[in-house]
């Protein structure tokens, strides 16, 4: 067992098969990592016993952490970063938690994220911040940092993870692992909710490995009765795909951005060293001036979706659990004060424009097999870089506490808010408002040894395709073997 951190999943699903390991062995040396690590990362936040899980299922008897976000275990709380849900346990297991216990995975514990997924870092005053294992004063991103933090160190191989606003390809980028935020609809939502985030939002895993996410998505992917829509099913079993070749792609790469004009150099640099390898193997790569779309323009409809979702979050949790305003972070209630003072003409619109953006993104498409960005547009920043200045948090509560909200649209908070949510990720919200597939391949590490990914955007049903190419990037460029110092 004390070369459980060197294999993924798939690897240690076969250890399990040919018996050379048991479920019991495997969980011992997950909880002993975890106990080793756990001090110095705050990763897992809570610690589950392992329910009932399948024998003979693809992944039986490997340890794996749910997010503690709408990834519900009857039973057990599922806190969302807040302290307002901390104690109230789920009624229902949820869709994907079944699927993966159907898959034979042991649930040992939950992940950190922060309050209700609303940040690209995970800082929750409830459990305090996740940190990055390549460097414990840094972020491991957001929302689902936790996941990425237990990954990267070795706790597990892979995690569950979710994506709303780039929530496993920011945290993949910072913690130099493989994340793919799947199409919309190839996973289903439920049974407590149709879809997430009015299909933005999907639930999917962070990974070491490119096998281990197209063979999670085989366990995850496929409809149920409750679904609103019908997803068109993969022709070949993605764990297949990610073996097959690519073919010769051609690739438009932009690290240009209207909501950060200056990214770092680093940034650039991750996705030119991209551009660079993608050249090696034999494809076309364009360099593009601009982005194929209004990014302007879709960062605003995002945060004007993404508040009126935190009031109704903050809503729904207070008729759950009959917390009062003070159980919820003064940050969340003012994207909820922003949201419920949203003009419901403007929420549509905002709505309405994703089809303008998913026209602009298809038009892109008929010439390019996939767009090419940096995954974030700085190294993780440093844990406490995006904690809002004292005299922000004077103003918030006062316009709270006299129910001004229709104000807040003319304060310094809707800058400081989009600068805190969207200045270092502005890259990664096209592909959820859009629908289409996207990853984050671990390609480049900083001078300071930080990783920073590089973000690939497909066209529509192209979960495939873009398994193919990572696997053939991984190839080229090993990761799996590149370990924090921590572990």
Known sequence: MDDYPSYDAVGLAALVRDGQATPADLLE????????????????????????????????????????????????????????????????????????????L????????????AKGITEPE??????????????????????????????????????????????????????LKPSRGLIPAGPARAEGLGGTATDGVISRSVRDTAAMLDVLAGPTTMSPYLAAGPATPFADEAGLEPGRLRIGLCTASAINPNP??????????????????????????????????????FLTSWFVSCAHSMADCKAVSGASDSAFELDTRTMAALGRATDPVDLLRAIERRHEHTRRLAEFHESYDFLLTPATATPPPKIGAFDTPAPVRVAQRALLTVKAAGLLRHTPLVDQLIHENL?????????????????????????????????????????????????????????????????
């Not at 042991?106 to 997924?117: D, I, Q």
């Not at 640099?269 to 076309?284: K, P, V």
């Not at 300071?448 to 990037?473: C, E, K, N, S, Y």
Request: proline share 9%.
């Open 126 to 179: 409830l459990f305090g911040p996740a940190r990055n294992p390549w460097n414990t004063e840094h972020t491991p991103g957001g929302s689902s940092g936790g996941a990425a933090a237990a990954v990267a160190a070795g706790v597990v191989p892979c995690a569950g993870a979710s994506d709303g606003g780039g929530s496993i390809r920011i945290p993949a980028s910072a913690c130099g692992l493989f994340g």
């Open 29 to 104: 040396a997950a909880r002993a990592r975890l106990e080793r690590v756990n001090p110095r990362l705050n990763a897992v936040v809570r610690a589950v016993d392992p329910p009932a899980a399948a024998s003979d299922g693809p992944f039986a008897g490997v340890p794996f952490l749910l997010k503690d976000l709408h990834q519900d275990l009857a039973g057990l709380p599922t806190s969302s970063g807040s302290r307002s849900m901390v104690s109230v346990p789920a009624e229902q297991t949820a869709t994907v938690v079944q699927r993966w216990l159907d898959a034979g």
């Open 106 to 117: 042991v649930v040992f514990g939950k992940t950190n994220t922060p309050e209700f997924g």
């Open 264 to 301: 770092h150099p680093e940034a650039v640099a991750a996705a030119r060293a991209a551009g660079d390898l993608l050249d090696e193997l034999g494809h076309e790569v364009v360099e593009l001036p601009s982005q194929p779309f209004d990014d302007a323009t879709l960062a605003k409809d």
């Open 423 to 487: 200045s270092w990720v502005p890259y990664t919200q096209l592909a959820n408002l859009t629908g289409r597939p996207a990853m984050s391949v671990p390609l480049h590490w900083t001078a300071g040894g930080l990783p920073i990914g590089a973000q690939f955007v497909g066209r529509l049903g192209a979960d495939g395709a873009l398994l193919r190419l990572a696997a053939q990037l991984e190839q080229a460029r090993p990761w799996a073997d590149r370990r924090p110092a921590l572990t």
